[in-house]
C-alpha cells in the first residue's frame, strides 16, 4: 500500500534496531529485539518482559528456522541472561510470530493467545499439503490466475506452517478482549483487534505509556489484509478499519509508545492510524475509478491501482489475497458486483 503525508511526522526515539543477538531497552523492565526472516521483510520485533524472580515474558517468537533459532539462542544467552522464559504470549497466528512458540513451551514455558489464533494456527500445523488442494487452486483462478502459471502451481509444493512453526501444545492460557496481564511491573489491558488476524492481541498498559501492537499499526508499511482459501468470501477490511478507528479513538490525545511487531518503535499512533485508513480508503476508489473507465476486472488485473508499483513473483500470494481482500469489501457494501468468466475468473464491476 502507499504511504501518505500526516499532519505531523512519526517519531523514532531510536535511530536504529538491535543487532542480532542483542537487545534495546526501550522502557524499564523491556527489551527489544529482532529475529531474522528469510523474505523481503527480514525481522521481526520481539519484546521480553522482566518478570523478576520468574523469568522473562516474551512476546512473540519468530520463525522456527535455523538462523531464528540460533538468533532466540543468542539473545537468550546475552540479552537475557541466561534466565527463563517462564511465558512466551503471541499475539497472532502467523509464522514469523508462533513460529518458536512451540519449542519455548516444550521447555517449560506457558503458552498465552487468543483462543481463534491458537486453533488456526494447530490446525495449519497439522495439515501439511504436499500439492495444492482444489479450493487453492480454484480461489487463484477466480482471482485471475490461469494458464501455465495456474497450472505450474498447481504441481509445486505449498508453503505449509508445518514448515516453519513448531508443533504446538495441546494446552495454552487463552487471552480475551479486556483481559489483564500482568508483566514487567505493569498491568496490560489486552485489545483484540480484527483485519490482518483474527483476534489479533495488542497489550496497553494500564498507565497509557506503552502500547505493544503486534501488526495491528506498523510505523512505514501497511499490515496485509487478506483473503484466502479457507474463507474465500471474507470481509477482513470492514474489521480492519473498524478496528484502526477504535484503537485512534482509544489512544486519543495521548501519545504512547508504539512497539510494532516489524520495523522501529514510534510515537504518534493516532496520526498512523489515520494515515492507514485512509491508505485503505483511497486504495478503494482508485479501483473503483478503474471499474468505471476501463470496465471489469478480476482482483489480479486489479494491482495496478491498488498497489501503483510492480509486483513481483516471492509477493504475488500477498498480494492476490489482498487485492481479493478489497474487492470482497467493495461487494459487502453493494458497491461491486462479480461476475463469472468462462475460464473461470471472477470480472468485479460496479453495481
Same mark, same amino acid.
Request: net charge negative.
Given at each position: 500500500?502507499?504511504?501518505?503525508a500526516?499532519?505531523r ?12 543477538g ?14 531474522p526472516?528469510?523474505m523481503a521483510?527480514?525481522h *521481526? ?13 516474551? *512476546? ?5 528456522w ?5 538468533a ?17 504470549i503471541?499475539t ?16 517449560g ?14 490446525m495449519l ?7 495444492p488442494t482444489?479450493?487453492q ?11 501455465d ?7 509445486e509444493?505449498p ?6 512453526v513448531?508443533?504446538?501444545p495441546?494446552g ?7 483481559d489483564v ?16 488476524a ?10 497509557g505509556?506503552i *502500547? ?14 487478506? *483473503? ?8 477482513p477490511?470492514?474489521?480492519?478499519l473498524?478496528?484502526?478507528? +477504535? ?8 501519545d504512547?509508545l ?5 520495523q ?6 493516532a ?5 492507514l485508513?485512509?491508505n485503505h ?6 479501483i473503483? !475509478?478503474?471499474l468505471?473507465?476501463?470496465?471489469? +476486472?478480476t !482482483? ?10 510492480p509486483?513481483g ?11 481479493v !481482500? ?14 463469472? +468468466?468462462?475460464?473461470?475468473?471472477? !470480472?468485479w464491476?460496479?453495481?
Amino acid at each position: 500500500m502507499d504511504v501518505t503525508a500526516v499532519d505531523r511526522p512519526l517519531q523514532f526515539p531510536w535511530d536504529a534496531p538491535p543487532p542480532p543477538g542483542e537487545a534495546i531497552a526501550v522502557a524499564d523492565g523491556i527489551l527489544w529485539a529482532r529475529l531474522p526472516l528469510p523474505m523481503a521483510l527480514d525481522h *521481526v520485533n520481539v519484546y521480553a518482559l522482566d518478570d523478576g524472580a520468574s523469568g522473562w515474558t516474551l *512476546v512473540d517468537t519468530g520463525l522456527d528456522w535455523a538462523k531464528g533459532r540460533r538468533a532466540l539462542d543468542a539473545l537468550r544467552r546475552g540479552p537475557l541472561a541466561g534466565r527463563p522464559i517462564h511465558r512466551v504470549i503471541v499475539t497472532h497466528h502467523h509464522p514469523d510470530h508462533v513460529g518458536l512458540a512451540g519449542r519455548l513451551v516444550a521447555e517449560g514455558a506457558a503458552l498465552v493467545m487468543a483462543r481463534i489464533g491458537w486453533l488456526t494456527a494447530r490446525m495449519l500445523v497439522l495439515d501439511p499439503q504436499d500439492r495444492p488442494t482444489a479450493e487453492q487452486i480454484a480461489f487463484r483462478r477466480r482471482a485471475g490466475i490461469t494458464g501455465d502459471t495456474l497450472e505450474r502451481y498447481a504441481t509445486e509444493r505449498p508453503f505449509n506452517f508445518a514448515d516453519c512453526v513448531a508443533p504446538l501444545p495441546l494446552g495454552f492460557r487463552a487471552l480475551g478482549d479486556g483481559d489483564v496481564v500482568e508483566a514487567a511491573g505493569r498491568r496490560w489491558q489486552v485489545d483484540l483487534g480484527e483485519g490482518h488476524a483474527p483476534s489479533q492481541a495488542t497489550l496497553w498498559s494500564e498507565d497509557g505509556e506503552i *502500547v505493544l501492537t503486534a501488526d495491528q499499526v506498523l510505523p512505514c508499511i501497511s499490515p496485509n489484509i487478506g *483473503v484466502y482459501p479457507t474463507e474465500p468470501e471474507a470481509d477482513p477490511l470492514t474489521g480492519w478499519l473498524d478496528t484502526c478507528r +477504535r484503537l485512534s479513538a482509544r489512544i486519543g490525545a495521548t501519545d504512547p509508545l508504539m512497539l510494532p511487531g516489524h520495523q522501529m518503535p514510534f510515537r504518534g499512533g493516532a496520526q498512523r492510524l489515520r494515515q492507514l485508513i485512509d491508505n485503505h480508503q483511497h486504495a478503494l476508489d482508485r479501483i473503483m !475509478a478503474v471499474l468505471d473507465d476501463e470496465g471489469p +476486472r478480476t !482482483a489480479l488485473e486489479l494491482f495496478q491501482p491498488l498497489y501503483r508499483r510492480p509486483i513481483g513473483a516471492a509477493e504475488q500470494g500477498l498480494a492476490l489475497a489482498e487485492a481479493v !481482500a478489497h474487492v470482497n469489501h467493495l461487494a459487502a457494501a453493494g458497491r461491486v458486483a462479480g461476475q463469472v +468468466r468462462p475460464d473461470g475468473t471472477i !470480472a468485479w464491476a460496479r453495481r
